[in-house]
């Protein structure tokens, strides 16, 4: 690092990202003009998998790969990811770290944004990271989730700090002295961390796929998930795909996607594999954010709050300070 320069780190890790539709190539593109370095922890994938000959197509001296083997025994329940998630922070350079999962793209609009809080709190020790809004967008890319039962928003950029850790499965970080390296679920002796807001949102595509390719990767999601808790994804065959239920319900997004996203957008190719209402004799499934008591909340939320969540817990500690 060049004497009195801030430096940013970008990072991610992934496994049989193509096969899977990840829309890895547009998360790196999203950031390259604002990192100095992109670090991906390259899993073990399969045969048929091209991820990495993809990003290498790329041609970018700024993207480091770390070659992994996961190992879901050692790390079940979903823990793998954070611990991916590590592999890839662990080799970092930067002094602020940009953390994007292989379906999350930052907007070129917010670039500057998130270059100028670098900039701004770079000396301020008592900051640990920051905060990004969240989009989600469901089915396809015209429908996006304005409810409770989604997550609004997320510590995305953290101090180069190595008591800093991933947590659960690698959703968010919390500070976590003398980490044992393997439990990573564990509450008892860490903290939150403390962060400002970025300015600046995710666009989160993660369940916008092929109904097809979505079925196939939450089956790979709940194997990596085995024996964890969390809440299964109701996978069932809608002409052998995924169910996103009837769109009518999603709120359309009406404003514009990162131009990193253009191509992917242009060639989607299964909305008519989509349907607005629920066709005659079909039950869709019922997923947490169509609950009665989820779009209750929601509703009160959207209509009253400013969208803002109520009863909500957060894995962070909001600075104070106004934006």
């Not at 539709?21 to 048929?48: C, H, K, R, T, W």
Request: aromatic letters at 12%; proline letters at 4%.
């Amino acid at each position: 690092m060049r004497k009195g320069s801030l430096k940013i780190s970008a990072f991610s890790f992934l496994r049989n990202g193509s096969k899977l539709y990840y829309p890895i190539l547009e998360s790196i593109q999203s950031v390259l003009p604002l990192v100095d370095e992109f670090v991906i922890a390259m899993g073990d994938s399969d045969a048929d998998d091209s991820t990495r000959e993809e990003i290498e197509r790329l041609g970018s001296s700024k993207i480091v790969f770390i070659d992994t083997v996961w190992d879901l025994e050692a790390f079940p329940g979903g823990t793998e990811y954070a611990h991916q998630t590590d592999i890839a922070k662990d080799n970092c350079t930067g002094d602020w770290l940009l953390y994007l999962q292989g379906d999350e793209v930052i907007h070129e609009d917010d670039i500057e944004k998130i270059r100028s809080q670098c900039q701004r709190w770079a000396g301020e020790k008592h900051i640990d990271g920051m905060i990004f809004d969240y989009l989600h967008f469901w089915g396809d890319y015209d429908h996006i989730h304005k409810s409770h039962a989604w997550y609004k928003q997320e510590i995305r950029i953290i101090r180069n700090d190595p008591e800093i850790h991933s947590r659960n499965d690698a959703q968010s970080f919390r500070r976590i002295p003398n980490f044992d390296g393997v439990s990573y679920r564990k509450k008892e002796g860490t903290r939150k961390l403390h962060c400002v807001h970025s300015g600046a949102k995710i666009y989160h595509y993660g369940w916008v796929r092929p109904p097809n390719v979505m079925k196939k990767k939450q089956a790979h999601f709940e194997d990596w998930h085995e024996n964890s808790s969390s809440e299964k994804s109701g996978v069932r065959d809608v002409s052998g795909g995924f169910d996103y239920g009837p769109l009518n319900h999603i709120p359309v997004f009406e404003g514009s996607h990162p131009v990193a996203m253009k191509a992917r957008i242009d060639e989607i190719h299964w909305k008519d594999q989509l349907y607005s209402e629920t066709p005659e004799n079909h039950t869709p499934p019922q997923y947490r954010h169509g609950r009665f008591k989820y779009r209750f909340l929601s509703w009160l939320e959207n209509t009253f709050f400013q969208g803002r969540h109520l009863f909500s817990s957060k894995h962070y500690i909001l600075h104070s300070e106004k934006r």
